[in-house]
């Protein structure tokens, strides 16, 4: 019975080659920001200007009658607020659940920078499940920025086939399931710009395929199980005035990740992102935001990971994944304005398109989408909005979800 054990023990070992190292850091760090809010307890981690925390306690000012420190548990109800999920979107249709975030400042930290730990479960009528981890710490002036995020997705989805013209009569049905872990480390060298390293760790399974459908018939890579593992640099220059609602600056971003079966991954594939946003006060409370955005795939990739246009963040009025190829090119303008310190209005369209390479890029079949919206403020002073979208592309399309689409 022993040799039993020995024997299906390395078994385990050759299906799960170093895959715990991932969950283990993602523990290491939650470990760390137990730490650090049992140092924040003492003190509030409130940052405080160079001049004051350089002054010298009078002995007068120690008294006895000073406050105990907090304890974790005190702490944490403190800078923590329940929120209430509920959402619509065209993939998910009705999502209602529950989540808590954690928010807080690490010593030093920017004051519109704080960082923040959120929990939340979400099912939705179409009966997906999804619980989701994350966290985001930001030291010493915003000079280092952790960030991981773990997610659980059993989600019914739509397949639609590769290319830029699908049809409606191509679509099958399946179930995604998932466990994600994606992880980054920035370093800021100089005033906006951030540069670091990503990992991103999937175990990803595609079932119940539609009987005798191109999934079934064909088998790409993507159905049935499939471990992803990849890593690569990043490139950031965030010059966002504000984070939920800019009213100026710019955010642009390129990253890569090169998944490899050294790194644990079932497949050798290339991803490269390029996303580009900037935002400019027209005047009073009127906001223009355009998005340029590219993606580019290749080598031997799960059909889940070529890059897809359509769903809430990136050109609402198609269906996520509706367009999927190896390129994709889009652009988004959005027209914002604050009606009140709560309300605001919003117009957009987008332009855009996949295609199998570069050279097929063409404008002949760039497709095109619009809409407009409604915002209310849940946090005035951030303006952090809900917000309610109706958008038209290949069908009409209501979104309802929590923060701006870029």
Not at 9 to 36: E, G, I, K, M, N
Not at 283 to 312: D, I, M
Not at 339 to 366: H, I, K, M, N, Y
């Amino acid at each position: 019975m022993l040799r039993a054990l020995m024997k299906h023990r390395r078994s385990l070992s050759r299906a799960y080659p170093r895959h715990w190292l991932s969950f283990w850091w993602f523990a290491c760090v939650l470990y760390a920001w137990w730490l650090s809010a049992t140092h924040a307890s003492a003190d509030d981690a409130t940052p405080v200007a160079p001049s004051e925390s350089a002054q010298a306690p009078s002995e007068s000012a120690q008294t006895p009658s000073e406050p105990a420190p907090q304890s974790v548990l005190a702490w944490w109800w403190q800078h923590s607020t329940p929120v209430p999920i509920v959402f619509y979107t065209p993939e998910n249709q009705l999502g209602a659940g529950a989540g808590v975030m954690t928010t807080w400042h690490m010593p030093r930290a920017l004051l519109d920078r704080p960082s923040n730990v959120v929990l939340y479960g979400v099912y939705t009528t179409r009966k997906q499940t999804i619980f989701g981890a994350s966290y985001e710490l930001r030291f010493a002036e915003d000079r280092y920025v952790f960030t991981q995020e773990l997610r659980y997705i059993d989600w019914p989805d739509r397949y639609y086939g590769i290319g830029n013209d699908t049809r409606d009569a191509d679509r099958e049905d399946f179930t995604d399931h998932y466990w994600q872990l994606e992880s980054e480390g920035l370093y800021r060298p100089w005033h906006r710009l951030y540069a670091g390293l990503r990992h991103q760790f999937r175990v990803s399974e595609a079932r119940d395929l539609t009987v005798d459908g191109s999934l079934e018939r064909t088998r790409p890579k993507g159905v049935g199980r499939v471990f992803w593992s990849g890593v690569g640099p990043v490139l950031l220059w965030d010059s966002r005035q504000g984070l939920f609602w800019p009213t100026g600056g710019s955010l642009l971003r390129a990253d890569a990740t090169f998944f490899r079966p050294a790194l644990g991954a079932d497949f050798s594939a290339e991803l490269l992102r390029v996303d580009l946003r900037h935002y400019q006060t027209l005047w009073w409370s009127h906001v223009l935001a355009l998005r340029l955005v590219s993606f580019g795939a290749t080598g031997q990739l799960p059909f889940q990971l070529y890059p897809a246009l359509g769903g809430a963040n990136l050109f609402r009025g198609w269906f996520l994944g509706r367009l999927r190829d190896r390129v994709l090119l889009a652009s988004e303008a959005e027209y914002r304005v604050a009606l009140s310190t709560r309300w605001s209005v919003v117009a957009f369209g987008s332009v855009g398109r996949v295609a199998a390479s570069v050279r097929e890029l063409t404008p002949d079949g760039l497709k095109v989408t619009g809409g407009a919206g409604a915002r209310f403020a849940v946090r005035p002073e951030s303006r952090a909005n809900f917000r309610l979208d109706v958008a038209y592309g290949d069908e009409l399309y209501v979104y309802f979800q929590f923060r701006e689409a870029f």
